[in-house]
């Protein structure tokens, strides 16, 4: 590779013991979760240990064959997956509106999206807990306390940002394309499908799993706008520190569990999550 | 490659008729989008502007609504809890958004450099990133509880020191911005990261030529030609930094006593206990009103006052 920056050149090992160390602290808090997850009660006391003799799978399977945390990581796998594909069918629609049609005001409309993801959310935490409660009702039937309701308020955090980063995928596909299509008598949604869809496929799939990770990893409007019903495997996390005598063996496992979506994810996504998390401000 | 606050103008062809595209299809597949942003986006801004100006309490004698004025924003100018707990979000911003930075910008300096398993240790670096909020402030407790956290167990042992977040207002301040930054400083490496590896190469050679010095080169080149991006990603920290809730309920809970209670925390665990509807709509929008401000604030002192600089 080129080097665009001649400042400083080479790299000398102690830029690279440097970074060793560094990643050794950004991995060191994880390590240490996962050393406490393997380990019971009797082996925590004491001095710190760093290394794991036997693997105590007690606290892996306490976990895993809690009825109530079963269904909280059902839950989550649910909502993410089902925000995940809303969200990407969603923004494949609208930015194939914006960036192919002629429409009043697309450019506003398309900033506006993301003024949706910079507000804090403890700020429509008491609006939405309203809402939910006593505003958007049918009969019995509240969006408090369920999957529906979670789904849906996601999208306002990850449409704005499924839109921006499909939109420079979306222009990049040459309009030609799709108007020969068109002549070809292809409707809209033959278009959608048959030409940018597969074109897309990559940028989709990488849009997709950051939306899903974001739905995973939320918590506060989760644990604000869920009672029984629809809790995420989050708010079960959260719900170790108000017990008293926590079981520290048990929170790590749990939090080693949340964890592993993103360690799975990591490397597929790891080129474009800066560019998520920055609204897209950032191309790498 | 900077496009933040700033639609971008697409070179579109708009002279050439297009076939078959109605803008009714456009709405039509913009709708869905539009209805949801619209419902549970914009809805609940302007309920909580409305529920801001009434005395809706669910549990008071009389738990109907009734316009009340300004009367909840009186209030709170004098909440002293609240007016607390927003000194401290400010002063936690500042501390963890200034180190991140800082830190930041060394780290992409280092990354730019030649070594070997770059790309590795760039994964690694990236993995906080990923992680659940929730889960970081799990971890972070994990490190500092006493009697288990190795933190407190070989600060002691080796300084000394006595670590006792949950006990000592100043520690329970400083781990949550420690974490913070652990959390958050990968973002602002890989973002300027990405704007140094597109600088250009000519400044850098001349000023060799003319022989400035290192600091020179940093403060006269470089930095200008990275405002942009540092701007930018102090901004984005600025906001994220502001409603900060998960990791510092995990790990302190807001305590000791309110030493922690961030703005966000302290409208959920003060609100909705209470279910007093009226005021805590008009807490949230004053925290709206003064992230807008700040962020204004700050886009005067640093960008407005000379030209706006472009990236491209």
Known sequence: MMRRFPYKPGGGWLTFVFWI???????????????????????LFGAPNFIIRSFFVENYTATLTNPTFQRYMVNSIIISTANALL??????????????????????IFFWTITNRMAPPAVFLLPLFLLFTQTFTIGSFSLYDTRIGLVLLYCVFNLPFAIWTLRGIIDAIPKELDEAAMVDGCNTWQVLTGVILPLARPGLAVTAI??????????????????????????????????????????????????????????????????????????? | M????RPIQHHSNLDRPVPMRSPITGWLL???????????????????????????????????????????FRRLVFDDA???????????????????????????QLLMRDIPFKGFFRTIHTLPLMVAPI???????????????????????????????????????????????????????LT???????LPKEPFEQAQIDGASRLQVFWYITLPLLKPAILATVFIRVMDALRTVDEVWMLTGGGPAAATRYVGLHIWRVVFPKTDYGYGAAMSLLTLYVTILLCWLMYVALVARRELPRSE
């Open chain 1, 21 to 43: 160390v560094a990643s050794l602290i950004t991995l060191f808090p994880i390590y240490w979760m996962f050393v406490v997850s393997a380990k019971s009660r009797v082996e």
């Open chain 1, 87 to 108: 969200v990407t069918t969603l923004a494949l629609f609208a930015t194939y509106a914006l960036s192919r049609y002629r429409l009043v005001g697309k450019e506003n």
């Open chain 1, 210 to 284: 950051l939306t899903w990770v974001f739905a995973w990893n939320e918590y506060l409007f989760a644990a604000t706008l869920t009672s029984v019903n629809a809790r995420t495997i989050t708010t079960g996390l959260a719900e170790f520190v108000t017990v008293t005598g926590t079981n520290w063996g048990q929170m790590a496992a749990t939090a080693s569990l949340t964890l592993v979506p993103a360690l799975v994810f990591l490397g597929l996504v790891q080129r474009h999550i800066v560019a998520g998390l920055t609204f897209g401000a950032v191309k790498e």
């Open chain 2, 2 to 5: 900077l496009r933040l606050f």
């Open chain 2, 30 to 72: 913009l709708a869905p989008t539009l209805v949801i942003l619209l419902v549970f986006g914009l809805g609940p801004f302007i309920y909580v502007l409305v529920v801001g100006f009434t005395n809706w309490n669910s549990f008071a004698a009389d738990p109907t609504a009734h316009f009340a004025g300004v009367q909840n």
């Open chain 2, 82 to 108: 609240f007016l607390h707990s927003l000194w401290l979000t400010f002063g936690f911003t500042f501390f963890a958004v200034l180190s991140e930075i800082v830190l930041g910008y060394l780290l992409a």
């Open chain 2, 135 to 189: 889960a970081v402030g799990a971890t972070w407790r994990l490190l500092t509880v006493p009697g288990l956290g190795p933190l407190p167990y070989y600060l002691d042992r080796w300084f000394g020191f006595d670590l006792r977040i949950g006990s000592f207002a100043d520690q329970a301040f400083a781990a949550t911005v420690i974490m913070d930054v652990w959390h958050w400083t990968p973002l602002v490496t």
């Open chain 2, 192 to 198: 300027l990261l990405a704007a140094i590896s597109s």
